[in-house]
T-cell receptor
Framework: AQSVAQPEDQVNVAEGNPLTVKCTYS??????LFWYVQYPNRGLQFLLK??????LVKGSYGFEAEFNKSQTSFHLKKPSALVSDSALYFC????????????FGTGTKLQVIP | ETGVTQTPRHLVMGMTNKKSLKCEQH?????MYWYKQSAKKPLELMFV???????ENNSVPSRFSPECPNSSHLFLHLHTLQPEDSALYLC????????????????FGPGTRLTVL
């Protein structure tokens, strides 16, 4: 069975500092990895995904994520955090196959402090 | 952002009530999903419809009954719910999970905040 772990319930970072939100996964076969963001009272919004190719994936709003196969990780990063980045971030994984089953993590709350 | 809409946004119901949640997608997608979001738990996939056929039912209690009359609309019919069913119910759509071999991006609605008294 596939799974996703987001080890931090909350990450606090000062505005302007780099941020990292951690994600590790477990899946049989090749992983497809996603990051979604959820702002208060809103649904999840797609940020980026890794399918194949370059391990560094660039996404919306200046976010990027690095796929590390040996560490089974897909950490979300941004060089300079904004207060408006404060939200709930979800990592998700699926695997190759005829029908996609996506497994989401528990989410990490990012708080950017002015 | 408004490609997937959900109504109502908030719903309070008693355990003996019957109500329905509605989802509509305007993206021309072929697949639709229901998720349950509870605090500090992973997002729980409830049902998946692809081309109006149910392809996933994740051991969801029968008090939740989905309906997908066409590829743009998805309903979740609720009856005799329990207080532990209180949660945010999210609808999502994607192009076609069976064709995209795991790479399908999902687009979410804003959710319905359900409270069961």
């Amino acid at each position: 069975a596939q799974s996703v772990a987001q080890p931090e319930d909350q990450v606090n970072v000062a505005e302007g500092n780099p941020l990292t939100v951690k994600c590790t996964y477990s899946v049989s076969g090749n992983p497809y990895l996603f990051w979604y963001v959820q702002y208060p009272n809103r649904g999840l919004q797609f940020l980026l995904k890794y399918i194949t190719g370059d391990n560094l994936v660039k996404g919306s709003y200046g976010f990027e994520a690095e796929f590390n196969k040996s560490q089974t990780s897909f950490h979300l990063k941004k060089p300079s955090a904004l207060v408006s980045d404060s939200a709930l971030y979800f990592c998700a994984v699926s695997a190759s196959g005829g029908y996609q089953k996506v497994t989401f993590g528990t989410g990490t709350k990012l708080q950017v402090i002015p | 952002e408004t490609g997937v809409t959900q109504t109502p946004r908030h719903l309070v119901m008693g355990m003996t009530n019957k109500k329905s949640l509605k989802c509509e997608q305007h993206l021309g997608h072929n697949a639709m999903y229901w998720y349950k979001q509870s605090a500090k738990k992973p997002l729980e996939l409830m049902f998946v419809y692809s081309l109006e056929e149910r392809v996933e039912n994740n051991s969801v209690p029968s008090r939740f009954s989905p309906e997908c009359p066409n590829s743009s609309h998805l309903f979740l019919h609720l009856h005799t719910l329990q207080p532990e069913d209180s949660a945010l119910y999210l609808c999502a759509s994607s192009q076609d999970p069976q064709a995209s071999v795991g790479t399908d991006t999902q687009y979410f609605g804003p959710g319905t905040r359900l409270t069961v008294l």
